[in-house]
């Protein structure tokens, strides 16, 4: 089992719908979760941390933890052809000291 | 902008030579982490440093590679005798604090080994 997993996609929605974004994760004591997005031919780019059960919300992006089940998502609410990217989930895993572990990504293509 | 600057952006190298990667973290950060992020692959951590400390190499290959902090200047990632298999996106991010702090990326060095 990976130790962070993602749909590799692609997700396709429509513009200004709601893009729904999942990420697991093996470690059952991991505390710190990131997402993550990126351009082609980028770097990525912070959208959220989490660190406590429930959601968070910043604008139209909506990132939920989930510790008991071990699954982070990310929900991007009126999706804009901006938002096609690869989103990336990454995690700090227990005894990881401060690395990330990334997932492979899921690629999203808002369409017109 | 008080961005993580990285450079230079591209770097070519032939096989044999050495490649040298800078990094300057964001103003007021201390924590510095290198990331490759090989073709169509996923971002692998290769190593963490505070200033003049190395502190998890856990990522980073055993042979050819290196990193230093300095006390002062930018962060280096210099790899040795580089091969085709480097050929890669380096990415450097940084962090204020250590302990599970969000880290923040830099543009990226994207080097190529012919």
């Known amino acids: 089992q990976k130790e962070v997993e993602q749909n590799s996609g692609p997700l396709s929605v429509p513009e200004g719908a709601i893009a729904s974004l999942n990420c697991t994760y093996s470690d059952r004591g991991s505390q710190s979760f990131f997402w993550y997005r990126q351009y082609s031919g980028k770097s990525p780019e912070l959208i959220m941390s989490?660190?406590?059960?429930g959601d968070k919300e910043d604008g139209r992006f909506t990132a939920q933890l989930n510790k008991a089940s071990q699954y982070v998502s990310l929900l991007i609410r009126d999706s804009q052809p901006s938002d096609s990217a690869t989103y990336l989930c990454?995690?700090?895993?227990?005894?990881?000291?401060?690395?990330?572990?990334f997932g492979t990504g899921t690629q999203l293509k808002v369409e017109l | 902008n008080a961005g993580v600057m990285q450079n230079p952006r591209h770097l070519v190298r032939r096989r044999g030579q050495e490649a040298r990667l800078r990094c300057s973290p964001m103003k007021g950060h201390s924590h510095v982490y290198w990331y490759r992020q090989l073709p169509e692959e996923g971002l692998k951590f290769m190593v963490y440093l505070q200033k003049e400390n190395i502190i998890d190499e856990s990522g980073m290959p055993k042979e050819r590679f290196s990193a230093e902090f300095p006390k002062e200047g930018p962060s280096i990632l210099r790899i040795q005798q580089v091969v085709r298999g480097d050929s890669a996106a380096y990415f450097c991010?940084?962090?204020?604090?250590?302990?599970?702090?969000?880290?923040?990326f830099g543009p990226g060095t994207r080097l190529t080994v012919l």
């Open positions: 990454a995690v700090i895993l227990t005894g990881g000291g401060n690395k990330l572990t």
């Open positions: 991010a940084s962090s204020p604090r250590g302990s599970q702090d969000t880290q923040y």
């Open positions: 989490i660190y406590s059960n």
